[in-house]
């Protein structure tokens, strides 16, 4: 080999092993960025699921406790109405059961809002049991009996089924690390 095939072969390499450490500097950046994101993700999602939680706790049990539970509750608000318990139901259950669901409104919105799949998938069923639990609220006619007693406990259940989901599924997210081998770009494309 002559010294300039020497100097040319040396070149190439040098202009090889640049390029190659421009490309892998370029990857471990874009790996440091993906992974700062995730982070910064995760911490949006784990403020919004508590929130979400906190808001959730109270609402539904605002909701289950609106109908009077005895005689005398029920017996106060004829007396506030005048005998009107169709009044006294509308103004008592009907609507601070919609404003109560209200509040629910927007911690369930931030939530679907920062994802993923599997925590919109509980919070649908959130929402879909609050629905029922405003529903079945709203149905409930004096006097209360052992029947209507039993279907707020049932309520109360399924509102228990439906947070233990949620819960779950804000768990299995916060509690997966970001990587950056699990690349996800822009609009769900994976690397």
Same mark, same amino acid.
């Given at each position: 080999?002559?010294?300039?095939?020497?100097?040319?072969?040396?070149?190439?390499?040098?202009?090889?092993?640049?390029?190659?450490?421009?490309?892998?500097?370029?990857?471990?950046?874009?790996?440091?960025?993906?992974? /700062?994101?995730? %982070?910064? =993700?995760?911490?949006?999602?784990?403020? #919004?699921?508590?929130?979400? *939680? &906190? !808001?959730?706790?109270?609402?539904?049990?605002?909701?289950?406790?609106?109908?009077?539970?005895?005689?005398?509750?029920?017996?106060?608000?004829?007396?506030?109405?005048?005998?009107?318990?169709?009044?006294?139901?509308?103004?008592?259950?009907?609507?601070?059961?919609?404003?109560?669901?209200?509040?629910?409104?927007?911690?369930? /919105?931030?939530? %679907?809002? =920062?994802?993923?799949?599997?925590?919109? #998938?509980?919070?649908?069923? *959130? &929402? !879909?049991?609050?629905?029922?639990?405003?529903?079945?609220?709203?149905?409930?006619?004096?006097?209360?009996?052992?029947?209507?007693?039993?279907?707020?406990?049932?309520?109360?259940?399924?509102?228990?089924?439906?947070?233990?989901?949620?819960?779950?599924?804000?768990?299995?997210?916060?509690?997966?690390?970001?990587?950056?081998?699990?690349?996800?770009?822009?609009?769900?494309?994976?690397?």
């Amino acid at each position: 080999m002559t010294a300039e095939q020497a100097t040319v072969i040396a070149a190439l390499i040098g202009v090889v092993g640049g390029l190659a450490g421009v490309c892998i500097g370029r990857w471990q950046v874009r790996d440091e960025a993906v992974v /700062e994101h995730e %982070q910064w =993700l995760r911490g949006q999602r784990q403020e #919004a699921f508590t929130a979400l *939680l &906190a !808001s959730w706790d109270a609402s539904i049990l605002k909701l289950i406790d609106l109908p009077p539970s005895n005689d005398e509750g029920w017996d106060h608000l004829e007396a506030t109405y005048e005998g009107d318990l169709i009044e006294a139901t509308e103004e008592n259950i009907w609507n601070k059961s919609l404003k109560i669901k209200g509040d629910l409104d927007q911690p369930l /919105e931030r939530v %679907q809002l =920062l994802g993923p799949n599997i925590v919109d #998938a509980a919070c649908v069923s *959130l &929402a !879909s049991t609050a629905e029922t639990v405003v529903q079945k609220v709203r149905q409930v006619r004096f006097p209360l009996d052992k029947a209507a007693i039993e279907e707020l406990d049932e309520l109360r259940d399924r509102a228990d089924a439906a947070r233990t989901e949620f819960f779950n599924a804000a768990r299995q997210v916060i509690n997966t690390p970001p990587s950056p081998r699990r690349r996800k770009w822009m609009f769900g494309r994976t690397a």
